[in-house]
């Protein structure tokens, strides 16, 4: 069993801004959940003293100096004052804490590829301080040590705070304060930080009161909701996280099949065919034949970024939440089918091009609160994570880290993750999973067949 020890607590506050700001009706329906939460693991040869000494100073200050900008993220959310829902207060006196921790688990395979024990990567990640009567703090940090080895830095930020846009902008700005305490060196566009975070949230509009009216179900659903599904009996099975690479090569043959599917379908061009489609088709099949699936019908529900689809668009920099759900469903034998990734894809593709249909990215919007919890007892596979947002170029001026791990996705059975792939430059994928042991083993084989008959 490794053994840990916390080394210190730390406050981390900021100069500068607070206030009350509001919740949008794409922050509210993340209000009963929880934190997004990855580990970001670096090489870091050197002894525990060094560490203390040298780079825990520069990661305190640079999270401090990051913290100013993106202040909504020391302070938490709390009922308003009238009772009329709720709102974000941040002001003097707000921290951020920052745990740090000393391990001698083993680095090596922490940081890898294979299977491995949830619960090791949760002794990484930070626990957001307990709910009070003034509301639930929004993001916590960890910093374990492992010595002569590595680095882990754990990051919890409450979703309702922000999406994945957000999440990693504040990551980045953190990372990149540090890079330049420890090396001076600025990026090659002659900028080290990146802009600002944008705070004003009439940016995004409500005519129809969809907060207010989303905030009143989810209400009705906790005082009337039928009772949690009650787990099968025994113990619980072993929760296992792996990750697999899609490879550029593997990518253009995915979307080659794709491509002769549709026109032997005589719709040639009717595909949306990206490197995101093809790969999330992939991790859906296999999820489905590693799952035994039983089901006719099949779903998959993943979100979009509407920042640049809104009307008017909303700065890529806005702090906060904007993500709409896109919702595919396929029958389950096709997509368990020889030719089913091909399938799949031409669904996920139809339900991107439906995004400019007439009514734009926010149609139907009303419904989809009610949509997502509907298809809760179907078990659908959802997507975390995106190729788009560069976890892998988060440098604290330590390099490229050797490893991130969207650890939170084992919240929701069958949720997969999607990052850019460590094979610098070639474009590829990863795909992370959690899934009991044997599944897992069944999700291995069936992505390394999968991949054989490219």
């Not at 590829?113 to 619960?119: E, H, I, L, T, W």
């Not at 680095?151 to 700005?173: E, P, Q, W």
């Amino acid at each position: 069993m490794a053994a840990t020890r916390v080394i210190d607590k730390l406050a981390v506050s900021a100069d500068g801004g607070g206030g009350v700001l509001p919740l949008t009706f794409f922050d509210v329906p993340w209000i009963f959940t929880g934190p997004v939460e990855r580990v970001f693991f670096y090489p870091y040869p050197h002894p525990v003293d060094q560490f203390t000494s040298s780079l825990l100073p520069r990661l305190v200050s640079a999270l401090s100096a990051a913290l100013r900008s993106f202040y909504p993220l020391l302070g938490r959310v709390r009922p308003r004052p009238d009772g009329d829902g709720y709102e974000f207060c941040s002001g003097d006196g707000d921290n951020v804490q920052l745990t740090v921790v000393e391990s001698d688990n083993d680095f090596e395979d922490l940081a890898g590829d294979g299977p491995r024990d949830v619960a090791r990567l949760y002794s990484l990640v930070p626990r957001l301080p307990p709910p009070g009567h003034e509301g639930f703090a929004l993001a916590a940090v960890q910093v374990t040590v492992f010595p002569g080895r590595g680095v882990a830095l754990g990051v919890s930020i409450h979703h309702v705070a922000c999406d994945d846009s957000s999440y990693m902008h504040f990551v980045k700005t953190w990372a990149a304060h540090c890079r330049v305490a420890i090396t001076g060196a600025e990026d090659e566009d002659g900028t080290a930080v990146p802009p600002p975070p944008f705070l004003d949230r009439a940016v995004v509009k409500d005519p129809d009161g969809l907060a207010a009216r989303t905030l009143d179900e989810m209400r009705q659903l906790a005082a009337s909701g039928p009772p949690p599904p009650q787990p099968p009996p025994g113990p619980p099975p072993k929760l296992v996280i792996a990750s697999f690479t899609l490879a550029r090569g593997c990518i253009d043959k995915l979307k080659q099949r794709v491509a002769a599917n549709a026109k032997d379908a005589a719709a040639p061009g009717a595909v949306h065919c990206s490197a995101f489609t093809v790969a999330c088709a992939f991790a859906w099949a296999c999820l489905a034949r590693a799952s035994g699936a039983q089901d006719d019908r099949a779903h998959l529900l993943f979100s979009v970024e509407c920042r640049r689809r809104l009307a008017p668009p909303v700065p890529q920099e806005y702090l906060g939440n904007c993500l709409r759900p896109c919702f595919v469903e396929v029958a389950t034998r096709d997509l368990l089918a020889d030719d089913g990734v091909a399938t799949a894809a031409a669904a996920i593709g139809a339900s991107i091009r439906a995004l400019d249909a007439d009514g734009g990215v926010m149609a139907g919007a009303e419904g989809w609160f009610q949509k997502i919890l509907s298809l809760v007892p179907r078990r659908p596979m959802s997507v975390g994570g995106s190729p788009r947002y560069g976890v892998y170029d988060t440098d604290f001026g330590l390099g490229r880290p050797r490893k991130v791990e969207l650890v939170s996705i084992d919240k929701t059975p069958g949720t997969v993750s999607l990052a850019e792939g460590t094979d610098e430059g070639q474009r590829g994928i990863e795909v992370g999973v959690v899934l009991p042991e044997a599944q897992m083993a069944r999700f291995a084989s069936c992505f390394s067949d999968g991949l054989l008959q490219l």
